[in-house]
C-alpha cells in the first residue's frame, strides 16, 4: 500500500477573526487556513525602524508603485503637497505587525469562524465557535496552563435525520454558514436546504438586563440577586457553557422561506434577532423574473423556540446574495448584490445606490444612480472602517478599494454613497479579492486571500490644508509639530469627548462630503501573510547561474532541481521557487581543510590614557557605535594532518580574511573551544582546554585563568563554554562547572558556589542566556532589567535534571525540572515519570532567542544523542497565590517532524579522526533572523519569524565542522562555515523575495502580475515557458448576417471581459520575463508541455519543443474551436545592457482544430509523437517538416478530457475525464491504433490522474473533485472485472481540505539500506533467474501533488511489512495523543460517503479493507514523550524507537524527493 505525506502546510487564507481570545485585554487574529488554525498577536513597530530592516528583506514592494514612494520621503511630499492637503509624516506612524501565538492542524475543513462572549473561559478571553465541513460545530477556548486550546462542547448536524426529503442534494453541496449573535446569547448554523441550527449560549441575566444601565440617568444599579447567579451556573463547576441546540426548518418560521440565501444575526436588539434575505422561487426558475427576494427580520426567543416577525421588505433584486448587519450608529442590514447595494433600517426603510448601469435593467427597486462608477460587486468583502462616522471598506474582486459611506443624521440614515480609493492613496494595494476581513484596531485591517498573500492594511487621513495646516507646510521646519505625541493628545480627546470627535478628521470629512473629494484616506501594507495558493501547476527545472564565478561559489550548495510553481490568480499570478534546503549565497570560497570552528568578534580597540574618561572606562558614544560595527577578527581552532592541535586569529577584510601577526596571541596554546568578547566589547576572551586567556582590542594578553582545582591538584579539560557578557560558564571533563564574572577592572574572578549541589552534583552541559523578555524572571516586571542582572544559568546534571539559577546568586536554583529526559510535552517542575521509563540521551542543550527583527522570543532547544532536535518554548502559568518560578514556569514542547542523518561513523581501515561534537551556535542576526545553528552531519539552521513557529531547516551541502557568524562590508549579516571536505565559504542566507519558515522550506517568489495558470521546463535552453491569462472587454462579432440583435449591443459602455492568453519566456538565471507572446483575442491558454518529438522524417532527429493547446471561446453562440502551437526557444543576440535576454520562442507549427479545445498534450509512444486531447477525441499527431500536424490514430472520448499521461516509452496511457472516469488505454506503433482496455465507474469527476509503479504492479491513482484520492488497477484475472474492462479499486483516501488538482509522478531518492528497496531486491534476482530479466521491478517512484490551498503532498509506496507496522503505529498515535476541536483523524481520512462517489464506487471493489497509511499522524509521532514511543514502537512490531526513526526518515518529509 501507499502513504500519503502533507509536505508544506496550507497557506491559503480562507477565514479570519478579531477578538480578545489568549487573555481577556488582548487583541488576537484567529486565521483559518483550510485546516490550519493560527492565533495571532499584534505588535506596534515604528515605520522607519521597519524600513532599515525591510530594505534588504523585501524587494516585492517595488512592484506596488504606491508602496515605493511611501518608503522615500521626498517622493511621498512631492506627490501630495501639490494638492489641497499633506499628509502627516509617514515615517513617524507606527505599522501593526503579527505575532504568531500559536499554531493548530486540524483533522477537518473550516468552514466558518464566530467570536462567544463568554464569562466562564478559563482565559478570562472569549471563546471561538469553529464550524467545520459538512456540519459540525467546534466550541473552544484558550487554556493558559497547557498555553493550548481547550475544546468545550461538539454539536455534530450530519445524521440522516436531520438532512431534508429523500431527494435533497448531498450535504456537501449546500452552502453550509455560521452567524453568530453580536451579544453572544446564540450561534446559527444554517445547513442543507433549509434547516438552522441554533446552539443557546448561558449569559447571566444582569449581562442582557443592565448593559445600558446608567447610574447618572437611572439612580444606582440594583444589587444583583444571589440566585440568579447560582441558576446561571457560575457558581457550580459541573454546568457547560452552553445548552442545547435545537434544529429549525426555516419554512416554520414563515412559509415563504422556502429558498435561504443569506441571514446575518443585527445588532442593538434585546433579543438574538436575525435577517434573513430569502425567496419563494427556486433560483434555477428565475430567469426573466424580476424581483423576487425578500428581507425579513426575526426575533428569536429561545426560551419558548419561538420567533416574532419584526419586518419584511418585499420585491428585493434578484441578484442579490448577502446581508451584513451594521453596527451602531448607522444599524439595521446592508444588502449586497452584484450591481446594488441596499441598506434596511431596523424600521424597514431602505436607502439603495446601483453601481453599474445593470442595476437599472435588471431591478425595479428605487436606487441612487452611481452607476458610472462600473463596479461589478461579485465576491466583494465589506468590513467597517469607522463604524462612528458611517464609513465602511469594500474590497472587490480584482483587489480595488472603494469605501462606502453612510449619511446619518442622529439615528436616521438619510442615503449611502459609493466612492473609489485612488491608485495613488494606496486604492490598488490588494492585487485581487480577498476572502476574508477582520479590523485590527482604529487604523488597520487583516484582508485574507486564498489566491494572493494575505495583508494588514493600514490607513491614514490627510488633513485638510486650513488653519495651522497651512502654516505647517510654509515652515517646514515645523514639520514634526503633528506627531506621535500629538496623536496620543488626540486619542485623550477621544476618550473626554466619546468616539466620534476626532480633530483630525473633521474637515476631511467636511471636505470630502461638500466637494466630494477623493482620496482623503491613504493606505499603506503594513505586513503580510505569504502565501502560494493557489498552486496551479508546477514542474522540476535546473538552476542556472548567470556568471561563471557564480557556478564555481555556488558548487555543492546548490539542489540539482527547483520545483517551480504557477500560483496566485489575477494579478497576484506569480512562480514560486521551492527548495527542501537553505541555499546560501556564497561571496568567498576557500579550501580550509585544517579549520575545525570559527569564532568572530567585534571589540574596541583600547584607548590611549590621555582620551581616557575619569574612570577609565569608554565613553558613551564609542560604544553605541560599536554595537552596529562590522567584526573585526576571527579565532579559528585548527587540527593538522598530524593531529596537532593550534589556534589562529586572522584580521576579517571585505569578504574574506588574513592572518594576522605582531599580537600576543599564541597560537601553540591549544585548541580553542569557544571565544568571544565581554566587558562592554573591550576584553576578548579565548576558551582552551586548560585554561582561560583574556586579551584586549587589540589582542594584547591582559589575564590568564589556569584550569586548576586547588585542593586536588588535578587539572580538569574545558569541554564545553558559554559566554554572556558578564559571566562566563565552563562544564569541564570531570562533570564540574566554573563560573566567573568580569568586573569593573575588567578582570575575570571565580563566582563561589554558594549551593552545595553546585560541587556535588555531576554536571553534562550547560549554557548562560541574557533574558530579555523576563520569562525567566522571579517576579515579571513590565520594565525589564538592567543589563547584566537578568543572566539566568542553565544546567543540565549527567542524570538530566535541569536547573535554573538566577545568576549572580548561586546559592539555589529558582527553577528544577527533573524529567527533562522523557521529552514530555509540558515540562513542569513536578513532572515526574513511572519508574523504569525510557529516556532519550541529551547531548546537549542551550537556550537562544529565536525569530527576526520584529519579534523574538526565547527557546530551550535539546539535542539528542542522534542529533535530532526539540523545542521547548517557556510559558507562565498565571498564578494568583505565587509568583514563584517552580510553580509558574512550564516548557511546551513544539511539533518540530525533522529527523537528523545518521552520526558520521569513521571506517577502520582509512585515517580518519572521530569528528569532534561542535556545540550549536546562537546567532543574533543573520540576514535579519535571530537563530541557532546545529552543525555536524545534519548541519541545520532554526529558522523562526514573527509569524511562524520555530522549523529546522537543512544547509545544503556537506555536513559542518563549525561555523560563525561573519558580519563585514563586503558579507553583511552573513555566516562563515567549514564543510566536512576541508571547504570554508562565507556566505549569505538569500532574504530578497524569500522566506523559510513560512512552509519549512526555501521559498521565493516572483511576481509576474497576470494570471498565471500552466507552466514548463525546457531543458536544453534552461528557461521556463509560463502560461498567463490577461482580461480584455468582450464585443460580438460586428458583420454576423444572422444575428441582427447583435449590433445593439455594440455601443454598450459596461462590456464582460474575457481572458486571452500570453506565453511567456523566464531566464531563471534573473527571474526575469524575456519574451512575451500574445494569442489571438479571446483565446486561452488550456496547457502547455515540452515534448520530445521527432523534427525530421528522413534524419528522425529529436528535439525538446514547447506544445501549446488553446481554446477560442467567442460566446456562447459560436462553436468552441482549439489550437496545438509548437514553439523551439532559440538563441538571439541579447538586448543591450540585458544579457539575460538572448533567447525568443520561435513558432514550428501551428494547427487548427475546428471542433473543440485542446485540454491536453503528452508524449506518447518510442517514436517522438505527442498525444492531443481535443474535443471529445484523442489523437495522435506526429510533427511534419512542413510544419503541419499529421494524425496518425484517434479515440473517441466522453466529455472534457482534464489530463493525460503516458508511463514513459510503454505506450500506456490514462486519459481522466471531468465528469466520466479514468479510462486506461494503450497505443501500439505497427500499426498505428489506440486500445481501449479498462475504466472507472463513469459517475466519477476526475482532476488529475497518474500511473503508479510498484515493484512488479502498476497502479492507477487518480483524485476527484471532492478530494478523494482513489487507487484502482488493472487486473484481466480478477473475476469480477469482466476481462479487465472494469478497473479494481483498491482504496480511496480523502485528501481533506487540500484536494489534489495537479500530480506528477518522480524518481524516489531512498537510502540503500531501504526496507523498499531491499525487498523488491530480492523481487528483482528472483526474475533474474527466472530468466526474465527485462520485467524487472520498477525503480521506486513517488507522486507529487499540489493543491488549490497551497500545500504540497506526495504519496508514496510501502514494502507490505513497513504497511503494517506504519498502519499499527497510526492507530497508536491516534490514541495516545489530543485532537484538537475534538475532530477524529480517522473520519477525516475516510473516503466520502456523501455525493456521486458515495453512491457509485469508483471500480469493482478490491479493497480488503486496507487504506492509505496518513502521514498527518507519523509526523506527530515527536510529540509523543520518550516512554510512551519506546513502548508503541514495542508493541507494533519495531525493534525500537530508533527504527521507527529510520523508517519515518525515509518516509516523512521531502526526503523522497532528495534532487530538489
Known sequence: ????????????????????????????????????????????????LDKAQNAQLQSTRSIEHYDTRVNDDEGLEASFLGGDSVLLRSDRSNFTKLVLIAEFSLAGTITGLARIGSKTTASGGEALLVAFKDAKLSMIEWDPEKNSITTTSIHYYEQEELQGSPWAAPLSHYVNFLAADPGSRCAALKFGARSLAIIQFKATEEDIDMDDWDEELDGPRPVKELSTTLANGTSSNEETPYSTSFV??????????????????????????????????????????????????????????????????????????????????????????????????????????????????????????????????????????????????VVLHDGRLAVITFRVDGRIVSGLSLRMIAPEAGGTLIPTGVTTLSKLNKTCLFAGSEDADSLVLGWTRKQSQSGRRKSRLQDPSLELDIDDEDMEDMEDDDDLYGEDYDPAQQPSQAASTSNGKTGELVFRVHDRLVSIAPIRDFTLGQTTSSTTEEQVNQAGVTSDLNLVCACGRGNAGSIAIINRNIQPKVIGRFEFPEARDFWTMSAQKPMPKSLQGDKGAPPAAAEYENSAQYDRYMIVPKVDLDGYETSDVYALTGAGFEALTGTEFEPAAGFTIEAGTMGNHTRIIQVLKTAVHCYDGDFGLTQILPMLDEETGAEPRVEYASIVDPFILLVRDDASIFIAKIFKNLELEELEKEDSALTSTKWATGCLYEDKSGIFAGAQSDKGAKTGENIVMFLLSKAGALHVYALPDLSKPVYVAEGLPFVPPILSANYAARRGTAKEIIKEI????????????????????EDDITIYQPFRVPSTTTEDLSTTLHFQKLPNPVIADDLFVPSDNEYDEVPRVSPMRRCENIGGYKTVFLPGNSSSFILKSAKTLPKVLRLQGNGVRGMSPFHTEGC??????????????????????????????????????????????????????????????????????????????????????????????????????????????????????????????????????????????????????????????????????????????????????????????????????????????????????????????????????TTVRELKGTGLCLTADAVKGVWFTGYTEEPYRMVLFGKSSTRLEVLTVDFLPDGNELLIVACDSDGGIHVLQFDPDHPKSLQGHLLLHRTTFSAGAHAPTRSMLLPRTLPPDSEYITQHGDARTNGATNGDSDSGPAPPSIILFSSPTGALSTLAPLSEPQYRRLSFLTGQILSSLPHYAALNPKDYRSPVSTGVVGRFPPGVDAGMGRSIVDGALLVRWNELPAGRRAEIAGRVGFTGADEVRDTLREILGASGLGYL
Open 1 to 48: 500500500m501507499q502513504c500519503y505525506v502533507e509536505l508544506t502546510p496550507p497557506t491559503a487564507v480562507t477565514h479570519s477573526l478579531c477578538l480578545p481570545f489568549v487573555t481577556a485585554q488582548s487583541n488576537n487574529l484567529v486565521v483559518a487556513r483550510a485546516s490550519v488554525l493560527q492565533i495571532f498577536a499584534t505588535k506596534s513597530v515604528s515605520a522607519e
Open 248 to 393: 429549525l426548518r426555516l419554512p416554520n418560521l414563515d412559509p415563504s422561506l422556502l429558498h435561504p440565501v443569506h441571514l446575518a444575526f443585527l445588532h442593538e436588539y434585546r433579543e438574538p434577532t436575525f435577517g434573513i434575505l430569502s425567496s419563494t422561487t427556486s433560483p434555477s426558475l428565475v430567469l426573466g423574473r424580476k424581483d423576487q427576494l425578500t428581507y425579513m427580520v426575526f426575533t428569536l426567543d429561545i426560551q419558548q423556540k419561538a420567533s416574532t416577525t419584526i419586518l419584511s421588505v418585499t420585491g428585493l433584486p434578484q441578484d442579490l446574495f448577502r446581508v451584513i448587519a451594521l453596527p451602531a450608529p448607522v444599524g439595521g442590514a446592508l444588502l449586497v448584490g452584484t450591481n446594488e447595494l441596499i441598506h434596511i433600517d431596523q424600521s424597514g426603510k431602505s436607502h439603495g445606490v446601483g453601481v453599474n448601469q445593470f442595476a437599472k435593467q435588471s431591478t425595479s427597486f428605487s436606487l441612487v444612480d452611481q452607476s458610472d462608477l462600473e463596479l461589478r460587486l461579485e465576491g466583494c468583502e465589506i468590513e467597517p472602517l469607522s463604524a462612528e462616522n458611517g464609513e465602511f471598506l
Open 846 to 865: 542551550l537556550v537562544a532567542d529565536l525569530g527576526d527583527m520584529t519579534f523574538s522570543f526565547p527557546y530551550l532547544i535539546v539535542r539528542h544523542d
Open 972 to 1201: 553583511e549579516r552573513g555566516f562563515i562555515y567549514a564543510d566536512s571536505k576541508g571547504i570554508a565559504r562565507v556566505s549569505q542566507i538569500p532574504i530578497r523575495n524569500t522566506t523559510y519558515a513560512e512552509i519549512g522550506m526555501a521559498l521565493r517568489k516572483v511576481p509576474l502580475n497576470a494570471d498565471t495558470h500552466s507552466i514548463t521546463h525546457h531543458p536544453p535552453s534552461g528557461t521556463y515557458v509560463v502560461g498567463c491569462d490577461i482580461l480584455q472587454p468582450f464585443e460580438l462579432p460586428k458583420e454576423d448576417d444572422y444575428h441582427k440583435e447583435w449590433q445593439q449591443e455594440k455601443d454598450l459602455a459596461f462590456k464582460p471581459t474575457v481572458e486571452r492568453g500570453q506565453i511567456k519566456l523566464i531566464n531563471p538565471s534573473s527571474w526575469t520575463v524575456i519574451d512575451t507572446i500574445e494569442m489571438e483575442p479571446c483565446e486561452t491558454i488550456m496547457c502547455i508541455e515540452t515534448l520530445n518529438l521527432e523534427v525530421s522524417e528522413s534524419t528522425n532527429e529529436r528535439k525538446h519543443l514547447i506544445a501549446v493547446g488553446t481554446a477560442v471561446s467567442r460566446g456562447e453562440d459560436l462553436p468552441i474551436r482549439g489550437r496545438v502551437l509548437v514553439y523551439d526557444v532559440v538563441t538571439v543576440i541579447p538586448e543591450p545592457g540585458r544579457p539575460e535576454t538572448n533567447k525568443k520562442l520561435k513558432l514550428i507549427a501551428n494547427e487548427d482544430i475546428p471542433r473543440g479545445a485542446v485540454t491536453a498534450i503528452s508524449e506518447i509512444g518510442t517514436q517522438g509523437l505527442m498525444l492531443v486531447a481535443q474535443g471529445q477525441k484523442c489523437m495522435v499527431r506526429g510533427l511534419k517538416e512542413d510544419g503541419t500536424l499529421l494524425p496518425v490514430a484517434f479515440m473517441d472520448m466522453s466529455c472534457y478530457v
